[in-house]
């Protein structure tokens, strides 16, 4: 399967049966988020497994997303960060060559914990199909002007495997107008990617009419900026409910959604306008 060019679909269905149906080829770009297995709620998914039993799974999966990525594709596998250990073995196993472990800080307060420093991360490993990765946009932003140094950079900086400038969407007031809400103000996802972080891994990764894929879409993220950005795009959700909400989210293109108010924040890119054409 090919998505046509400048098409976004969604499909309503298990990640793993999709993939076994072997129609999907040439993928430049998975984002791979899926449950973490912590014991989380969720209507179609049992987040309580024994780890063998939930990493056998999540192999079958990032193997078969190896076997139909293009030459040179990526993959930005996001996970707990007591699970590094896991994600890297797996990757190793199916294939992949590990380019980047990111280390996403989170703005809020740490989770405090008893007997250990408290959490205030997410991690990300970007690993490529072969040694190189086919494209790698290298990012410069208008980053703020840190404390303890005097002048701003005039021409940004270059983006590296530190994120410390994308807002989670956290629970209450933080998230703001992104986070997708019922009409009693209950939030419809509390895991919900924000789309500067899809932004950045889309922009790096990709170029104008590659395919972007993610098989746990959730409430699409991923497809609402690759849209946005000229790229093709797949998602997989086996929760109806999330896949009617990705598709009025696509429809209806809210202003929350708009990458453009990101634009001037990458405006130091030396190719911005051949990877985030204007008027895209």
């Not at 103000?185 to 932004?199: E, F, Y």
Request: hydrophobic share 35%; net charge positive; proline share 5%.
């Amino acid at each position: 399967m090919k998505a046509k060019s400048n098409t976004v679909e969604i499909y309503c269905m298990d990640c793993l049966e999709f993939l076994k149906r072997g129609t999907l080829n040439d993928i430049h770009l998975t984002f791979l988020d899926p449950p973490f297995n912590q014991g989380k709620d969720y209507r179609y998914f049992d987040d309580e497994q024994h780890p063998k039993v939930y990493w056998g799974w999540l192999r079958e999966i990032i193997q078969l997303i190896y076997d139909t990525t293009a030459d040179g594709g990526a993959i930005y596998f996001m996970q707990r960060e007591k699970n590094v250990g896991w994600m890297m073995r797996v990757l190793e196993e199916t294939g992949w060559t590990f380019q980047n472990l990111i280390i996403w800080k989170k703005f809020t307060s740490a989770v405090p914990c008893d007997f250990r420093f408290g959490k205030q991360y997410q991690v990300i490993v970007f690993a490529t199909k072969g040694e190189k990765p086919r494209v790698f946009n290298k990012l410069r932003v208008d980053y703020p002007l840190r404390p303890n140094y005097k002048h701003k950079r005039p021409n940004g900086i270059y983006v590296t495997d530190v994120w410390d400038d994308i807002r989670e969407l956290t629970s209450g007031y933080f998230a703001g107008d992104e986070a997708l809400r019922d009409e009693k103000g209950n939030r419809l996802h509390t895991q919900q990617s924000p789309v500067a972080l899809l932004l950045r891994i889309i922009l790096s990764s990709t170029m104008p009419g590659d395919l972007v894929f993610d098989p746990f879409a959730g409430t699409g993220t991923t497809l609402v900026v690759a849209k946005q950005l000229g790229r093709r795009a797949i998602g997989v959700e086996i929760d109806p409910e999330y896949v009617k909400l990705v598709r009025w989210r696509l429809r209806t293109m809210r202003e929350a959604d708009n990458v453009l108010k990101y634009r001037e924040y990458y405006r130091f890119t030396p190719n911005l306008d051949e990877i985030w054409p204007a008027g895209s």
